[in-house]
Nanobody, 124 residues
Framework: VQLVESGGGLVQAGGSLRLSCAVS????????LVWFRQALGKEREFVVA????????SYEGSVKGRFSISRDNAKNTVSLQMNSLKPEDTAVYYC??????????????????WGQGTQVTVAS
């Protein structure tokens, strides 16, 4: 299974970005998918997760109401729409996957497959 993120970049505070993650491999529709982020000098932190069907989502508190995760099981992609961006959202954003029908706990160790990350920089 390979994951490739795209869509990162530089944006002004208050702006929007849309990240995408293309997932190759079998059984995409059986994976729970998640976005983590890691700011410079900080630990990787959970952002948002979506279960296999898209019927269940979990958001970290500081992004709730601003970020939205979605998946397209026909195209093997998961997207993260980020609105009202703040400088503190600056980080490398990682897409990850795990073959489970449930939403795993929001820990990086719970996820099996990872992308290489995409940089998001929010200027104040």
């Amino acid at each position: 299974v390979q994951l490739v993120e795209s869509g990162g970049g530089l944006v002004q505070a208050g702006g929007s970005l849309r990240l995408s993650c293309a997932v190759s491999g079998r059984n995409f529709s059986s994976y729970a998918l998640v976005w983590f982020r890691q700011a410079l000098g900080k630990e990787r932190e959970f952002v948002v997760a979506i279960n296999w069907s898209g019927g269940s989502r979990s958001y970290e508190g500081s992004v709730k109401g601003r970020f939205s995760i979605s998946r397209d099981n026909a195209k093997n992609t998961v997207s993260l729409q980020m609105n009202s961006l703040k400088p503190e959202d600056t980080a490398v954003y990682y897409c990850a996957a795990r073959g489970t029908t449930l939403l795993p706990p929001p820990r990086a160790s719970e996820y099996t497959y990872w992308g290489q990350g995409t940089q998001v920089t929010v200027a104040s």
